[in-house]
Structures are given as C-alpha cells and as structure tokens.
C-alpha cells in the first residue's frame, strides 16, 4: 500500500524510503525536495479501513461506497484544518516549516527533518530520570502544548513516543493525532489510538469529551514514567479497586516535594472534570512547586546517546537502529520488521497489551457533563446545534451509526431534546432489522475462532489456542449484546473454561512465569474489558428504556449491566426501575378499571360521568389513545347535550322577555279569525248615517285574543269614522278566534284583523 521510492509529489518531494510501518491512518515516508535535497519527513492521509492502493499504483481507491467516502472526505479535512493550524504555530518545542498539499487523491503534509531520537529510546539506555531532567524536557513540551490549545488544538497522544530529543539540545513534541481522533470516532476505531499508560479515560469512548485536560493527563504520565521508570496503569484499570497511582508517586523519592507530587495527583485525575484543566496550569505548579528545577539544563544534553534518524513525523516513532517501534495498528497485520534483541522484551509487553486492547472494546467512561473540546477554530465546546447539525446530515446519508453517536451526544448537551430522542428510536427501528444477520454472523465468528482455537490445543500451541478462545468469546458477547440467547451463553461457559484448562495446563507445563503471567494479566483485562462493555451497553440499554417508560425492559437490561458489574449506580437504577414497575402496574390496574366503568357510562349515555372516568384512565396511563380518543368523543357529546340545554333556556327567556303580562308577543302560531277574515264581513251592519253620506273605508283594529278564542279587547288603530269604527268593534268582539299558539299550547296574544266597508251600487 506504500508509495514506491523515487515516487514523486507535488512536483517538489521525492520519496526514499517508507518510515516504519503504515500506522491505522497514515503512512510516513522520508524523502527531500527535489530542487535541493534537503531531507523531508512526508505523512500521507491513508486510514486503512477506508482505502487501499493496488502495488504499482499512485492513487487511492475508497473501500466501500457513499458512506466510507463521506468519512473519508471528512477525515481528510480534519487531517487539513489540523496540518493548517500546525504550520501556523511558532514554538521551539513544535516542528516548523509544514506544506500541506493535495496528491493521488488524498491529502499530505511536509515538514523538514530533524535528526532526533525519541524520549522513550533514551530512556531505555538511562533508565530513570531526576527530577530537574524531566521538568527540563517537558516543561518546553508543556508550553508548546498550551499554544496549540490556544490555537484550538489538541494533540491526543503525547507520549515517550512522541516526545523526541534533538541534537541541538531542544525538545519536539510530535504526533499531533487530534485528526485521526475526530475520524476514529465516526468510523469505530478509537481503539487504534489509545496508548499505554498515557492515555485518558476519555480516549477509550466515541462519547468522551477530549479536549486540553487529555492532554494534560498524557504529559503528567510521561513525567510519571520517566521520574519513577513505571508506566501508570490503563485509565481503564483505575476506575475498579484502589487506585495506585498515590502510592506510585507517594514513593518515588525522587520527587523534590509535596507540591509536585500533587500536581501531578491534580493532572492525572481519571475524572475529566476533576482534573488539571489546561497544561499551562500544570507547568505552573511544577515549577513554582519543584526545589530543583531552573530551566538552564539541556534537554538532549541530559541522555548522551548515539544519535538516530527520526522515523516518526506526528505518530507513533521509528528508531531506526534495527528496531522498529510502532502504535496499535488497530489488529491488522503489518510486515515483519526487524528489531534490537534487547528491546523484545518491552515490545512483547507492549504487543501484548495492543492485543488485551483490541479484545477489550471501550469501557465505561466517568464524565460529567459537558461537550467535546473543538479541534479546531479557537477551542471551546460544541453545542448542541453543531451535534444536530452533523447528526441530521449522517441521519439523511444513512450512516446510523454514526449518526446515533452524534444524536447522543446532542442529548448530552440538551437533554431533554424531544427531536434527538425520536430520531434515536427511529434509528433503532431502521437498524433492527439487520440485527438478526449482525447477530449470526458473530456467532458464526465465534465458532470459527472456537474452532481453530480447538486445533490449536490439540496440537499443543497453548498461547495461540488461548488468544483464539479470547477472541472468540469477545465474539459471543458481542452477538450476546444483540439477543440474550441460552445458547450463546453456553458457548461463552465454554470458552471461558477452555481459558482456564490453557492456562492451567501452561502452568503446569513450566511455562516461564513472566510469560505466562502476562498472558493471565491479558485474559483478565480482556474480561475486566468485556465485562465493562457488557456493563456499558446495557445500561445504556436500560437508560433508553426508562426514558420510554419500558420499566420492565429496563430493569431487565440493569440486571445484565448488574450481572457485569456490580455498582452502586446499576443497584439504584435497578430499584429505581423496579419502582416505577410496580408503580407503572398499579396505574395500568386502575387505568383498566376508569375505562371499564368509562366504557359503560359512554354506552349509557352518561358523558359527563364518562368525562370524568376517561379523564381518570389518562391520569393513570399518560397518553393511552384510546382513552383520549373516547375522552373526545364524550366531550363532544356532552357539549351537544349542554349547547341543546342552552338554546332551550334561551329561547324560552326570549320568549318570557317578549310577554306583556300574561300576552304573547311573539308566538309560534298567530291567532287568527274562526272561518277567516270574510267571516267578519257577513255579520256587519253598515251604518245608515255613512250610508246616506255615502262614506267608505277600511277599519284596522287590534285585538286581544283569548287562550280560549274570545276577544278580550280590540282597539281601532285606523279608522273611517265614529259609526263605521264601532261597528267594526262590535263585529270583532263578538267573533270567535283559533287562539295562538307557542309549544303547541294555545296562549293569549295580540293579532291585527280589518272590515272593508263598502256600499253596493
């Protein structure tokens, strides 16, 4: 996957020779400019679960389609921002003179090489260091630190690796690896980053908030391991039983005073939160604490050692003296390089440790609160709309993985977030479906492993059958962790007691003791580590579970975490969600009985008594639709009853209000004439003084009828004149009426009736 030498970049570098083995993102070549030779260290972007290059070839092809390609192009713009922000930085303690460039596809950058050696070379030949020595390399390493924070970049694996020491006296601080962080969180390969010893808790989870305090956490380790000759337990390791780092430091003698070993207690906090937050404050307390340190000593001065050629750029070191020195490579295999009989030893331990880290998975990481540190435009925390911004554009391209992550973490700065929760269960519908292919597969994993590791024993490759059984089980959890099968777990009994027989028989065998002893110490971090990820996971589980109410999905999945892990926490989630079980129980009781006894009132008729008993079902079972559904549908047949009643009493008050005494103004049928109006006409009597003066007219009068028909009165509204007007009156009092009528009752009621009086020729 090389470039091949007297490959040619950018019309400027031309390439010698590859710099150790490809690392899990990038590859290190050493070259020079081809104007003037000058020698070049070239890192080239190349993250191996993304890409590849078939041998002869120059460019890169992606692995995989839409997806990878989208990592890729993202990781290569961190690799970018952060080369960007590199050579902008002026420090003694920083290398200068960095190109960033564009080439086959993927990104590089250039610096020019600085014969050096790393710290950790060194201090293989010298062994411990003093007091003043260490603070003489780190605190330059320090300040050099503080500027990249300020500049809004961390540097993620400061180490004895990465810490190099120059001819001249000065001190480098390589290995920025903040880039491949932001990408191995997307991808799933943090594991490939973490080191021993140095790295924080922080580092082992897609979840963890790294930031400056990570790095402060790294530095005060490495003055640990250079001070006291013994590298810090796994952060990991920390978090169960008691912590040795106190008494690790505690008994180093070496240490001028009390505020020194403080400080460094202050910065290697496994709580994020707790801990020195910024490494200027670290080198502040160590020098104002230290009784030895004055800063004139020489860094490369203080281990005279044959100087070698640097074979690392910003990663893991190449010591190019027969060994090769190189980071987890993430489980892939590298070609065999050579290395110093007397450096096997640490390399085996090392080694073994890569593998017990590979096998372990991320463990459950102790942070309160708070967002990730930015890698890039001047720090700070990200916010919530960043984390939905960058979920909502994997979420449209389907990467739910990663997506997942990034919700989650949104969650974590706004929790209650109703959008984030829903697009999380949606997630989990989406991805459920290939749970049953994910879960088989691993299974079948694990028997292939399981397998091989059987033929391995039974051929008496004892180490190899126990790394084998490892893996498989690290399999079976993982397929575990998708379905609780009885069969799984069988398998899981199985591989574990075949552990147990290798190691016994290897014991028995007289295996060398440091050897064997490594290979316990790396099955039990293997299991510690499966057991924190089982623990992990199923609290998560039980968490997402209690935030839908599932209480019994969610004391279930506590239960796993507890069989895991037994802790304070699990054990109060688990009473927790026991509680709200049984108080979820009583209210689905009482939830049944309100909608029985609501379901018979609505049946009845009775909505204002179904009203209240919905209401009661809903107060037991929030949101139940079909309560709330009914609930409606009783409303609003109340309402119509209650509007009905309303109109009613209104109408019948408009028509009180319109009586005058006891008379109807208004009715619902008027009172008219028994036999019509022309009934009046043949009773009238037309008077003789109009009729010899020849008077005619028509006579309006209004009349007061009777609930019985008789006129009570009738007055002449319009008239013809005195004799005509009362014998209009007498016709209409002595007629009979159809009273008038409201509800169908007759009532009394004023009416307006007329006689035409006319004489005939």
Request: overall charge negative.
């Amino acid at each position: 996957m090389e470039l091949a030498p007297l490959t040619v970049l950018n019309k400027q570098y031309t390439i010698k020779r590859t710099l150790g083995d490809p690392g899990p993102f990038d590859i290190k070549y050493l070259g020079e400019t081809v104007d003037s030779e000058t020698a070049t260290v070239i890192r080239e972007f190349f993250p191996v679960h993304l890409v590849e290059r078939e041998s002869g070839k120059t460019s890169i092809d992606i692995l995989g389609g839409d997806k990878e390609s989208q990592l890729f192009q993202s990781g290569m713009e961190y690799f970018q921002k952060e080369s960007s922000v590199l050579s902008q930085l002026e420090h003694d303690a920083l290398p200068s003179g960095y190109e960033v460039f564009e080439a086959n596809g993927t990104a590089y950058r250039a610096r020019p090489h600085k014969q050096s050696m790393s710290l950790r070379k060194g201090l293989e030949s010298k062994g411990t260091l003093s007091e003043k020595a260490a603070l003489t390399i780190m605190v330059p390493i320090l300040e050099a630190l503080q500027l990249s924070h300020d500049n809004g970049l961390y540097h993620g694996g400061v180490s004895p690796e990465t810490v190099r020491l120059c001819n001249d006296g000065s001190v480098l601080l390589t290995g920025f690896q903040g880039a491949f962080i932001q990408l191995a969180r997307q991808g799933g390969e943090l594991s490939a980053l973490v080191q021993q010893g140095t790295s924080a808790i922080e580092q082992y989870t897609p979840r963890g908030n790294q930031g400056p305090w990570t790095d402060v956490y790294a530095a005060a380790a490495t003055i640990c391991y250079m001070v006291t000759g013994r590298e810090l337990p796994e952060a990991s390791d920390r978090l169960e039983g008691d912590d040795p780092l106190a008494d690790l430091i505690q008994d180093a003698d070496a240490f001028s005073a009390p505020g020194v070993r403080e400080a460094l207690i202050d910065a290697l906090e496994v709580d994020p939160s707790k801990r020195l937050q910024s490494a200027e404050a670290l080198a502040k307390a160590l020098k104002e604490s230290s009784t030895r340190y004055d800063g004139t000593e020489s860094g490369y001065a203080i281990i005279p050692t044959e100087l070698e050629e640097e074979a690392n750029d910003d990663a893991s070191d190449t010591d190019q003296d027969g060994e090769v020195e190189v980071l987890s490579t993430g489980g892939r295999e590298r070609p065999a390089r050579t290395r110093s009989r007397s450096s096997r030893s640490s390399r085996k331990k090392k080694e073994s440790s890569s593998t017990a880290m590979l096998v372990g998975i991320p463990i459950v990481l102790l942070l309160l609160g708070g967002a990730g540190y930015f890698l890039f435009a001047g720090g700070g925390s990200a916010s919530y709309e960043e984390y939905r911004t960058r979920a909502d554009s994997l979420y449209e391209a389907q990467n739910y993985a990663a997506a997942r992550e990034a919700y989650t973490q949104a969650l974590d700065v706004r929790t209650d977030d109703a959008f984030a929760q829903q697009r999380l269960r949606e997630i989990d519908q989406m991805t459920s479906g290939g749970g049953e292919q994910a879960f088989t597969a691993r299974v079948s994993t694990g028997d292939s492993l399981m397998a091989a590791a059987d033929a391995s024993y039974a051929e008496g490759e004892m180490s190899e059958a126990l790394q084998m059984y490892s893996q498989a089980t690290t399999s079976y959890y993982s397929a575990l962790d998708i379905r609780d099968q009885e069969s799984v777990q069988r398998r899981i009994n199985r591989a574990e007691k075949r552990q147990d027989d290798v190691i016994a028989e290897l014991r028995s065998g007289g295996e060398d003791d440091e050897n064997l002893e490594a290979m316990v110490r790396q099955q039990q971090q293997a299991q510690r580590a499966r057991a924190q990820t089982i623990y992990r996971r199923a609290m998560e589980r039980g968490r997402d579970y209690m935030s839908r109410n599932e209480y019994a999905q969610a004391k279930s999945a506590f239960e796993q975490a507890s069989d895991a892990r037994t802790t304070d926490d699990v054990m109060d989630a688990i009473a927790e969600a026991d509680r709200l079980l049984q108080e979820q129980r009583e209210n689905q009781s009482a939830y049944e009985r309100f909608r029985a006894q609501a379901d018979v009132a609505f049946q009845e008729g009775s909505y204002e008594d179904a009203v209240d008993l919905y209401r009661r079902a809903l107060d037991a079972k929030k949101g139940d639709a079909y309560a709330q559904e009914q609930l409606e549908k009783a409303k609003s047949e109340l309402e119509a009853i209650q509007l009905a009643q309303a109109k009613r009493q209104k109408e019948q008050q408009r028509r009180e209000n319109m009586k005058e005494g006891d008379i109807y103004t208004v009715v619902d049928e008027e009172a008219q004439v028994d036999g019509g109006l022309q009934a009046l006409h043949k009773d009238v009597k037309y008077p003789p003084s109009a009729a010899r003066r020849g008077v005619e007219g028509r006579v309006y009068m209004q009349v007061v009828v009777n609930a019985d028909g008789t006129v009570r009165e009738a007055n002449v509204t319009r008239g013809v004149n005195n004799a005509i007007d009362d014998e209009a009156l007498r016709v209409v009092e002595d007629a009979e009426f159809i009273p008038a009528k409201v509800d169908g009752k007759p009532v009394p009621s004023r009416t307006a009736v007329w006689i035409e009086f006319r004489l005939q020729d």
